[in-house]
């Protein structure tokens, strides 16, 4: 792990500034579909590979568009294509980006439960000296009875 000890903050402002941001990535990006993941297990995916093999077809489609059927829409074929061309280069700037948020989200949240689970041990401790902590620890321990079994943390 290159970040063993993470410590950053976005500024207020700069977190209004990027919900702004991505809330108008997703106004220009209004047609976005979110498939289950049967559906998503249903389809002929189109990956990396065979994206020559659709330019290519298209450009067959359209230099031979006589040989089609009717119902065939080589301006939907376009368009798709263009689509998916588009999506690719937009995935290809967003995917590192989105696995840095995910990565440092999941990095941060390990900091702080450690951070919890040590608060927890100190004041675990310190409830069998000071019957004021009898809640404080109570409420804490609830954390790790939820499965019904006890469960300790583990130790920071």
Known sequence: MT?????????PADKVTIKTAL????MLLSFLVNLTPQERHKLFKMGPKS???VEYALEVATEHSG?????????E???????TRDLNDIAIISG?????ISDTQMLAGVEAMNAANMVYAQVKLAAKADSSLD?????MKRRYEKSG???DPPTP
């Open 3 to 11: 970040n063993p000890n993470l410590s950053a903050a976005i500024a």
């Open 23 to 26: 809330n108008t990535v997703e």
């Open 51 to 53: 994206l020559n093999f």
């Open 67 to 75: 040989i089609m059927p009717l119902d065939f829409s080589l301006a």
């Open 77 to 83: 074929f376009e368009k798709d294509f263009t689509l």
């Open 96 to 100: 590192p980006l989105l696995e840095g």
């Open 135 to 139: 809640g404080v620890h109570a409420e």
């Open 149 to 151: 079994k006890k469960e």
